[in-house]
């Protein structure tokens, strides 16, 4: 079995280190109890502890445990490229399809405005982030995103290829989507900080794995594995692609897709002036995306999802992922991978986040996929404004119920299916874009 690699991430190396939680213990009460502390349960945390509501944050492990504090740190204020705005408009249906542009285009300004506001020391580059076309379909999606978001008032700026090919130091880019309200952060660093302004403005968080929960009068009654009990009027259960077995009609209506991250040695300033000189994280518009960063201490940090997930999958991935950066990026000194670590994300199957209603004030919102720092702070706190209003037009996206996948077996082999068909697609672009 593959153990844990959460300490090993580089931004466990990095972020300045948090006090441990203290246990949830005996009979605790509170307006609103979010499970998970990862950037969507800290990010509700804070706007209701802010608004005066009484909170308590329960996380099984330590703060950002899951995918929050071992993603890549890009703040991405976009829906996944290769999803196609229509598409979104259609998943949401007419009546959110505004709303749901205008939160996700806003985005990124509400991370970077809360960092500065909350004085988070997180490592915060706001460079814009730049999405590059390798294809046909790519440059197709940077027309659609630029004419999109404009029409919510979010201004992207397409570049040219000679442009992209200055943005990144290498050539193989036909055009670029630079997003100039994004950027990037260590994430880790990122979470401990909303949790200690959470904290500040009157959030109790606890340790404590929640292993059960039943209706009762007045909301929900919660108990964890070491015996605490919790009463509450309602619970945002943010536990990501984490679920277990706590909320079966969560776990069925989700695919965990693990991804995997490398960070190489610090590297000299001739190859920093050479690779990504002005520190935008790149991500590219393939179906399987390529993505590079600096990381705050000149590492190349990249990452990407593996076909297999077997004992020795971190190791693996770690070759394969070094193998793929050389190729991609040609004149790289001897890189030797000095950090590498693996998460779960949980996959909607259409890459769209969702807000479902578990009843009796139960909430899950999920699914913000490789967008979840951006999207994930903006769904948190739009949580908390429907929370406090009752009213759903705070929401990006509409309350639904959770929707199992009809043949479980099937969803074993989704997030290989989904990633050959994802590189089938790429290099069939590709072959197009050349004729
Ligand atoms: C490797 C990787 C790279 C990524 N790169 C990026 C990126 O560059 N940019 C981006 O925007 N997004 C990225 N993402 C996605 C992003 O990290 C996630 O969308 C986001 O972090 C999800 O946050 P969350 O708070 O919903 O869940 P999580 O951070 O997963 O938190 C869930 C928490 O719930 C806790 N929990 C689970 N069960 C229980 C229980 N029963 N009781 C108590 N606590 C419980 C877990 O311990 C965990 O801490 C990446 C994800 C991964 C895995």
């Avoid at 179906?287 to 940090?301: G, K, Q």
């Amino acid at each position: 079995m593959q153990r844990d690699t959460f300490e090993q991430s580089l931004w466990s190396a990095l972020a300045p280190t948090s006090a441990e939680l203290p246990p949830a213990q005996g009979l605790l009460h509170a307006d609103v109890t979010i499970i998970g502390a990862g950037v969507l349960g800290l990010s509700a945390a804070l706007a209701l502890a802010e608004a005066g509501c009484s909170i308590l944050v329960v996380e099984a492990e330590q703060i950002a445990f899951g995918a929050s504090g071992r993603n890549t740190g890009f703040v991405v204020p976009s829906l996944k490229g290769s999803l196609s705005l229509a598409q979104a408009a259609k998943l949401v249906g007419p009546a959110k399809a505004d709303s749901l542009l205008r939160a996700v285009g806003h985005a990124g300004s509400l991370v970077f405005d809360l960092i500065r506001r909350l004085k988070i020391d997180c490592s915060a580059e706001q460079t814009g982030v730049v999405q590059a076309a390798v294809n046909d379909a790519g440059l197709a999606v940077i027309d659609m995103q630029v004419r999109g978001y404009a029409s919510v008032g979010v201004t992207l700026e397409a570049a040219d290829a000679e442009r992209i090919r200055t943005i990144t130091g290498f050539a193989g880019y036909r055009g670029a989507l630079i997003v100039p309200t994004g950027g990037q952060i260590n994430p880790l660093a990122y979470v401990r900080g909303l949790a200690t302004a959470a904290a500040a403005a009157g959030a109790r968080i606890y340790q404590g794995r929640v292993a059960s929960m039943q209706p009762a009068a007045a909301g929900w009654c919660l108990r964890t594995t070491q015996g605490a009990e919790i009463h509450t009027a309602k619970v945002i259960s943010a536990t990501n692609a984490m679920v277990g077995d706590l909320l079966p009609p969560v776990a069925r209506a989700i695919i965990p897709l693990q991804s995997y991250q490398i960070a190489t040695q610090p590297l000299n300033e001739d190859v920093r002036r050479a690779i990504l000189p002005a520190r935008q994280p790149l991500v590219d518009l393939r179906n399987h995306p390529f993505a590079l960063r600096w990381s705050p201490d000149n590492r190349l940090v990249t990452g990407g999802a593996a076909l297999f997930d077997g004992g020795d999958s971190v190791a693996r991935m770690a070759r394969f992922l070094l193998k793929r950066l050389n190729r991609l990026v040609p004149g790289l000194p001897g890189l030797r991978v000095e950090h590498a670590w693996r998460g779960a994300i949980a996959g909607t199957g259409d890459f769209m986040p969702r807000v479902w209603d578990l009843g009796h004030g139960l909430f899950a919102p999920i699914g913000c996929n490789g967008r979840g720092i951006a999207l994930s702070t903006a769904l948190g706190s739009c949580m908390a404004q429907y929370l406090l209003t009752g009213d759903p037009h705070t929401l990006p996206v509409p309350v639904t119920a959770p929707r199992p996948w009809r043949v479980p077996v099937l969803k074993g082999i989704a997030p290989s299916a989904w990633l050959m068909q994802a590189r089938l697609k790429d290099w069939h672009n590709d072959v197009k874009s050349k004729r």
